[in-house]
């Protein structure tokens, strides 16, 4: 299984970015998939991830600014990234948890996206 993000890039304060992340390979089911981020000197943080019952949830600083969907024909996710702030600055991951075929469940990260937003 691998997880292949995109859209990261820099933008100015206030503006947008979208994220993608598609999970290719030996899959039966995506339990969850979401985002996490890790700014400089800092820890790696959840910012949002969505469940295959639909429960989504995120991390306080994003709510109101940043959605996440699941595309699951596709196998992928996103996160739609508004009004963006430079505190959102980090290398953005993806991240799932995948039931393979052999119904084996284990974690898959991503590499890594950079996000810089300029004040």
């Known amino acids: 299984v691998q997880l292949q993000a995109s859209g990261g890039g820099l933008v100015q304060a206030g503006g947008s970015l979208r994220l993608s992340c598609a999970a290719s390979?030996?899959?039966?089911?995506?339990?969850?998939m979401g985002w996490y981020r890790q700014a400089p000197g800092k820890q790696r943080e959840l910012v949002a991830v969505?469940?295959?019952?639909?429960?989504?949830n995120y991390t306080d600083s994003v709510k109101g600014r940043f959605t996440i969907s699941r595309d699951n024909t596709k196998n992928t996710v996103y996160l739609e990234m508004n009004s963006l702030k430079p505190e959102d600055t980090a290398v953005y991951y993806c991240?799932?948890?995948?039931?393979?075929?052999?119904?084996?469940?284990?974690?898959?990260w991503g590499q890594g996206t950079l996000v810089t937003v300029s004040s």
């Open positions: 991240h799932a948890r995948i039931a393979t075929i052999g119904r084996e469940r284990s974690v898959y």
């Open positions: 390979g030996n899959i039966f089911d995506i339990i969850r």
């Open positions: 969505a469940t295959n019952d639909n429960t989504i």
